[in-house]
C-alpha cells in the first residue's frame, strides 16, 4: 500500500545548539546515539519555541522563501491545521548543528496526503486568514510606487497569484511504496 504525506515548510530556524556539537541528524536510525542526539536537539529546539515572546531572542529565523516571519504565526497555523484538517500535526524536522546552533524547518505535517489534494489543502490552510506578511509588504510597495501603471483590480490579482505561488512553494509532498 503507498503511504503518503505533505510537509507545509513555514519557516527555517536557528537555535543555539546547547553544547551538542556538529554534525548531521538522523532521525530514522538504529543506533543508539544517534536516537539520543536527536531527541537532545529536538528537546532544545522546544525549550526555544516554548519561551514567550519577548526571550526569542535564541531563536533566528533565517532565508528566504518562508511562510511566516515569527513563531507566533507558525503555531497559530499550526493550531488551524490541527483543528481543521484531520491528520495533520505540527512537525520540527532537524537538519544538523554547526557553529554552535542547531538548523531546523518548522512546519506542518499532513499524514495520508497525496499531490492530488494540494488545492484543497491549501484553501483550508487559507482559512485560517493568514497571508505571508512579507510578500503582502512586497506587493503593496510595488503598487504604492507603480500607482500610475498598475491597475487597482489588476492589483489584487496580482498579490492573489503572488500569495497561492508561496503557499504552493511552501507543500512538498512525499511517496513510500
Known amino acids: 500500500m503507498v503511504q503518503g504525506h505533505a510537509n507545509l515548510r513555514l519557516y527555517c530556524g536557528l537555535v543555539n545548539d546547547g553544547g551538542l556539537g556538529e554534525g548531521r ?56 491545521a490541527e483543528a481543521n484538517i484531520p491528520g495533520s500535526h505540527g512537525l520540527i524536522e532537524l537538519l544538523d548543528s554547526a557553529h554552535g546552533h542547531i538548523q531546523f524547518v518548522r512546519g506542518v505535517q499532513f499524514m495520508g496526503a497525496f499531490e492530488d489534494e494540494r488545492a484543497e489543502l491549501i484553501e483550508r490552510m487559507k482559512e485560517a486568514g493568514y497571508s505571508p506578511r512579507r510578500l503582502v509588504e512586497n506587493e503593496e ?37
Open 25 to 80: 541528524f538522523y532521525y530514522d536510525s538504529d543506533n543508539e546515539e544517534h536516537k539520543r542526539r536527536y531527541m537532545h536537539g529536538i528537546k532544545t529546539v522546544q525549550k526555544y519555541l516554548h519561551l514567550p515572546p519577548s526571550y526569542k531572542w535564541g531563536l533566528q529565523i533565517v532565508g528566504h522563501g518562508n511562510l511566516v516571519d515569527n513563531e507566533q504565526d507558525a503555531q497559530s497555523l499550526i493550531k488551524h
Open 141 to 177: 510597495l510595488i503598487f504604492r510606487y507603480a500607482k500610475a501603471l498598475i491597475e487597482p483590480k489588476d492589483y489584487e490579482k496580482r498579490l492573489e497569484t503572488e500569495i497561492d505561488k508561496a503557499w504552493n512553494a511552501a507543500l512538498q509532498f512525499h511517496i513510500k511504496p
